[in-house]
């Protein structure tokens, strides 16, 4: 019965998908994030959605008559290099190609997926249908997991869908850290009363789901995003009720072992779990200082015969004292620490770039809206853009500690990041070229 009404639900989407290019890319990014195999399981199964609503976004670009204009944006540029770069540090990979080439080309679908959003995407409605397309997936599921962890008086384990990169209860703590902002931007944006109600509870259980991970580091996000907002908010004694009243939920639902959990963030220097994440980060970083270029290219540090040689050496690096590594091989633990194994100081350099100046594009498009002569209606660009910045806060911070360097979610945030950016420039374009020429007539006349 779940396989006909969701086959259902895909014919329909299909049609929208067909009626603009913007809609074939929202759902396309949709598919990515919710993963439609988890939650059907017989005839409905086999099917490849994700390529459908691909190949549907390429068709409906390629036939558009009027495609959005397209400037030069340097971090567009920086994104083409950095997948250039994992093609380049894959073909001299030193691991094991069945684990590396693979990986390669999850990335490189992740990459075309940014190529279309930033083609694509332009005007505020296109933006806002990108969201809800995340919300709807990302954020769906966050709310779901949050009903079963009330329901449950705080017994439910959340996790992520099977077998996607969000299973893992950190990575899914990470994705619903980096959502919450793009709520409260749909919250402001909406006005019909019965979706802001529905916005306001995806957002609360959004928050509960993760605190219910038990993700440390989903926790220091959240807690980012909570005094980023009580000191941006003109209503700073409203955001403390709401947020005491989220607390004051959670206190009654979290056992014991979610406050010994956290409290270990204080001794983190006595924790197994922090002392295997360093030891795993000494292991790439000696991996890319044997291969600044390059590094070892993707998962080489899961290979036992060079987890095993660079951990003789793991000595070289005493920066934090740690026990011996082990002889099981672990995942980076790190965004930073990944990409740096994975390809080397040149990757992570560009890697850093994107999001340092990703950051830095959307404080223009903020400082560029709030002076004259743009009015409040231009303002959604400045409420987007500080929530996509939130949520980049949320994704370094959670990412600081997971293996997620190749989130989809992250390269789609960047890829809306692009879009504002080349909407703002067109926008501003002739306001600035008028000043250019009232500097020119008053030249001529002195």
Not at 141 to 158: N, P, Q, R, Y
Request: proline share 4%; with cysteine.
């Amino acid at each position: 019965m779940r396989d006909l009404i969701f086959l259902g639900v895909f014919l329909i989407l299909v049609c929208f998908a067909f009626r603009r290019p913007y809609m074939a890319a929202s759902i396309w990014i949709w598919s990515g994030l919710f993963v439609p195999t988890y939650w059907v399981y017989s005839f409905a199964k086999p099917i490849s959605y994700n390529t459908v609503f691909a190949l549907i976004t390429f068709l409906t670009y390629l036939v558009a008559r009027h495609k959005p204009r397209m400037l030069f944006d340097v971090v567009a540029l920086l994104v083409c290099l950095f997948w250039i770069h994992t093609g380049i540090t894959s073909y001299n990979s030193i691991g094991i190609p069945e684990l590396v080439w693979p990986e390669w080309e999850k990335f490189s679908k992740v990459f075309l997926s940014f190529i279309m959003v930033t083609l694509i995407i332009r005007q505020r409605h296109e933006f806002e249908m990108l969201i809800w397309g995340i919300l709807m997936s990302v954020g769906f599921m966050g709310a779901i997991e949050g009903l079963k962890f009330v329901a449950s008086l705080g017994g439910h384990k959340i996790q992520g869908p099977y077998g996607h990169l969000l299973a893992d209860n950190n990575h899914f703590a990470t994705a619903l850290c980096m959502i919450i902002p793009l709520i409260l931007y749909q919250l402001k944006s909406v006005e019909e009363k019965w979706i802001r109600l529905g916005l306001f509870s995806m957002l609360v259980l959004c928050t509960l789901s993760v605190l219910g991970t038990y993700s440390r580091g989903g926790f220091l996000a959240l807690a980012i995003i909570g005094c980023y907002f009580w000191l941006k908010s003109k209503r700073k004694l409203l955001t403390l009720i709401a947020v005491g009243i989220i607390a004051s939920v959670s206190v009654l639902l979290l056992p014991q072992k979610w406050y010994d959990r956290m409290e270990t963030i204080e001794a983190a220097d006595e924790d197994s779990s922090f002392t295997n994440r360093v030891n795993s980060w000494k292991i790439h970083t000696l991996l890319a200082l044997e291969r600044p270029a390059t590094g070892g290219g993707y998962k080489t540090a899961y290979y036992q015969t060079h987890w095993d040689r660079l951990s003789t050496k793991i000595d070289q690096i005493d920066v934090i004292e740690t026990p011996p590594p082990g002889e099981k091989p672990r995942a980076a633990h790190s965004i930073y620490f990944q990409v740096l194994g994975d390809h080397g100081f040149v990757g992570l350099g560009l890697f850093l770039l994107i999001i340092a100046l990703s950051f830095l594009k959307m404080h223009w498009v903020i400082a560029t809206l709030n002076r004259a002569p743009w009015k409040a209606e231009d303002h959604w660009q400045v409420d987007l853009a500080r929530m996509m910045q939130v949520s980049l806060l949320a994704y370094c911070t959670a990412g600081a500690a997971l293996s997620l360097a190749y989130l989809e979610l992250f390269w789609c945030l960047v890829a809306a990041m692009v879009g504002l950016t080349i909407q703002v420039k067109v926008m501003v374009a002739p306001q600035r070229r008028r000043h250019v020429n009232a500097g020119q007539v008053l030249e001529d006349r002195h």
